[in-house]
């Protein structure tokens, strides 16, 4: 199969050049103005803009437009409307507006506002991003024409998570503005951060996952005995790709490149059955959007290949999880990294302020960063051995550590460690360049050479909150650091002093040891660095006065939105354990317990007919099978009568965030306690009679 790439990359989105070509010069010239430096572009305006954009859709088969924004629910949302006009004798017009484009009303009482409207306030207004490109959208409902919106009450409240991110990049533009002038840049205009999400998922037959309502209902297997193979042998990392896997891949990358999602890295995982895909790293705004539109596309592939894909971040018990390593630099419009160390970071005075910033704001705000991370599907990840654990550090790597561990303790000259030759000891290959920093795969915050590649985020997640955080409690490190030195009679001797100060005073959030380690999280302890290890905890986070402080002078969040998304964290919370249990309880009463006791009667049966037909017959182990599988059916009935009776008594508790902590506390042991026996009796009984399809059948046959 060929492609050609070059032409259908990005052919389905509304372009810089597209517009260019399709709009007036003088339309285009204000279109830029107000996407580059913020502003109003007039009705008149827009108006053209809505025109040219419809027209376009329409060469593309559209039928229907859309607001598109991301509500806090994590995922996005569209209701389409068509470009028809009143029918006159059944002819139609096909129009989109300047108001159509420009603003919606959709009544918000439908979406988690976490009390920021009340019912009678029901309205909720979506408005054109033009920091995002329109594009259209194939779907089996139609071409839709998406405009991206943010989303807010009529009180301008932000109900979702693209207007806080807008504005956290507002504010780190604002403070590293100043710090790059103050090493004399006059040429940037603007900061802003880059982020290359990569993002791993798992593929499922879809005869299969039909099978299992856990899957259908949660995303994620409830039960399930280990399958004879996990992920011991570790072959399935980078291995060869299957091809009913490839063929999805192929075609996944053709549906992102029409979609100018720059999708370059494929591969095989760690667990079987997971993959991962990483796109060119990009604006952080059009990243977060792009992830969205990714992790929809990668679902709608996979249904065309018979396949379901699984973005949970625990699909499976034993193997891997899915997570999303979010890359994050910040770089001005004239191509500079912010985050490049060059040759001699060591004599690299703007690196290391930026350097000691993030150090003091993963420092500062270790629980905010943790907070952001926060889903429900990443409690059975975090702290698993498989990716980071709850704990926030900096991995710097061996060069830049030695580097700060010097200024720190005040060197009068600062030196690099040797690279050096890497020698195979084959004499055919070269020798290599030797980086002197190794990798750590079990820190959740590492720096890559020229960018921080946070870990922690969840596979399914939106990565908005995390890089809201980021871009915030960087831009607040930022603003103290250029509050110091605009003031300063010598700039370099203050530099110095305050990049040994921040280091020094925040030297504490630096790991370069194994994070999964036992000793480390009693060292974490003694060093005082919070370990927030369910989302439950991580909630108070967000309404600490520091917190509150931090958002409100940057204007990205109101005490109200902190209020409100810590309820919606609760709430959600308390949502998905509470199908997740109820879950259970159907799959045990209506498909595990009655096979067991059909298969617990049978043998019974042939027990006291081989007994009769042969009364010296040795039956012990049918006997001894008979006994500890009613044994385990026993303790699953036994599980699944105080499952129920628990639930209701938390959900009558009236104070939510108390009945999150009590489902945390009480109800995911109690749904331990039926999986249990469960799983030990899928072991004992005949295959055929299990009513679902097993890890073995999920994993292996894809
Ligand atoms: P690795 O994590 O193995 O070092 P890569 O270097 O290929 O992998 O990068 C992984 C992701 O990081 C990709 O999405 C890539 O585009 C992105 N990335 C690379 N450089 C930067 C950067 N300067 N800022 C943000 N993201 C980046
Ligand atoms: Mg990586």
């Not at 994620?220 to 980078?238: H, I, M, N, S, V």
């Not at 891949?249 to 990483?278: C, F, R, S, Y």
């Not at 070269?430 to 990798?439: G, V």
């Not at 709430?571 to 199908?579: F, P, Q």
């Amino acid at each position: 199969m060929s492609v050609n790439m070059k032409e259908i990359f990005g052919a389905n989105v509304f372009s810089t050049s597209v517009m260019r070509e399709r709009l007036p010069k003088k339309v285009f010239q204000e279109v830029m103005d107000v996407m580059e430096h913020g502003g109003n572009i007039s009705m008149a305006t827009a108006d053209v803009v809505a025109n040219a954009m419809k027209d376009w859709a329409v060469e593309k088969g559209a039928t229907h437009y859309t607001h598109w924004f991301q509500p806090l629910t994590g995922v996005t949302a569209e209701k389409h409307d068509s470009f028809l006009t009143p029918p006159q004798d059944y002819k139609v017009l096909l129009q989109l507006t300047g108001k159509q484009l420009i603003m919606g009303e959709s009544d918000a009482s439908s979406f988690p506002s976490g009390g920021l409207r009340s019912t009678h306030y029901a309205r909720g207004y979506t408005a054109w991003d033009m920091t995002s490109p329109a594009f259209v959208k194939e779907m089996t409902a139609g071409t839709i024409l998406c405009i991206p919106t943010i989303f807010v009450s009529y009180h301008g409240e932000a109900l979702d998570k693209k207007t806080p991110l807008l504005r956290s990049m507002e504010a780190l533009n604002t403070q590293a503005m100043r710090i790059v002038r103050l090493f004399g840049n006059t040429q940037a205009t603007r900061v802003f951060p880059s982020v290359g999400p990569e993002q791993e998922y798992f593929l499922v037959d879809r005869e299969k996952y039909l099978q299992r309502r856990d899957l259908i209902y949660t995303g994620r297997t409830l039960f399930g005995a280990p399958a004879p193979k996990g992920q011991e042998l570790e072959d399935q990392y980078y291995g060869v790709i299957r091809d009913r896997v490839g063929a999805f891949m192929a075609d996944l990358n053709q549906e992102l490149w029409k979609l100018g999602i720059p999708a370059t890295t494929q591969h095989n995982e760690v667990a079987p059955a997971q993959h991962e895909m990483a796109p060119i790293y990009t604006m952080c705004n059009l990243a977060v959007d792009q992830n969205q539109l990714t992790m929809e596309t990668m679902k709608r592939v996979a249904t065309r290949h018979g396949l379901v894909c699984l973005l949970h971040e625990k699909p499976f018990a034993g193997v891997n999880g899915s997570g999303k390593h979010n890359n994050w630099s910040i770089g001005t419009d004239t191509g500079e990294n912010l985050l490049d160390p060059g040759d001699t970071p060591n004599e690299n005075l703007q690196f290391l302020l930026v350097l000691s910033c993030i150090m003091k704001a993963v420092d500062v705000h270790a629980d905010l960063l943790r907070q952001s991370a926060a889903c429900v599907g990443n409690e059975h990840r975090l702290g698993g051995q498989e990716a980071p654990p709850a704990i926030i550090t900096i991995y710097l790597g061996d060069q830049l550590q030695h580097v700060v561990d010097q200024i720190v303790s005040n060197a009068d000259c600062i030196k690099l460690l040797a690279s050096g030759k890497l020698d195979s000891g084959v004499s055919t290959v070269p020798l290599l360049n030797r980086d002197a920093t190794d990798r750590n795969r079990t820190t959740p915050f590492a720096f890559t050479g020229n960018k921080f590649e946070f870990r922690m985020v969840g596979s399914s997640d939106s990565i908005a909150d995390a890089n809201t955080t980021l871009n915030a409690i960087v831009a607040e490190a930022m603003c103290d650091a250029a509050d110091v030195l605009e003031g300063a009679e010598n700039l370099e001797s203050a530099c110095m002093k305050l990049i040994h100060d921040n280091m020094t005073e925040h030297q504490r959030i630096l790991f370069n040891g194994n994070s999964y380690s036992e000793e480390w999280v009693q060292e974490a302890a003694r060093r005082g660095l919070p370990n927030l290890a369910s989302l439950v905890d991580t909630v108070p986070a967000l309404t600490t006065e520091k917190a509150v402080k931090l958002f409100s002078k940057f204007g990205i969040y109101t005490p109200a939105e902190l209020e409100a998304r810590a309820e919606i964290m609760y709430e959600t919370y308390v949502k998905v354990v509470k199908i997740e249990a109820t879950t259970m309880i159907h799959m045990a009463a209506k498909h595990y317990i009655p096979a067991v006791i059909q298969y617990t009667t049978a043998l019974a049966k042939s027990i006291s007919s081989v007994s009769k037909a042969c009364p010296e017959a040795d039956l012990s182990v049918q006997r001894k099978l008979l006994t500890s599988v009613s044994d385990y059916l026993a303790q699953a009935s036994c599980a699944l009568e105080q499952l129920k009776p628990l639930m209701d008594r938390v959900d009558a508790i009236q104070d939510l965030k108390e009945m999150a902590l009590t489902y945390h506390r009480a109800v995911i042991p109690a749904m331990d306690a039926l999986r249990y026996p469960i799983d030990a009796l899928e072991l004992m009984v005949d295959k055929d009679i299990w009513p679902v399809p097993t890890y073995g059948d999920l994993m292996f046959e894809v």
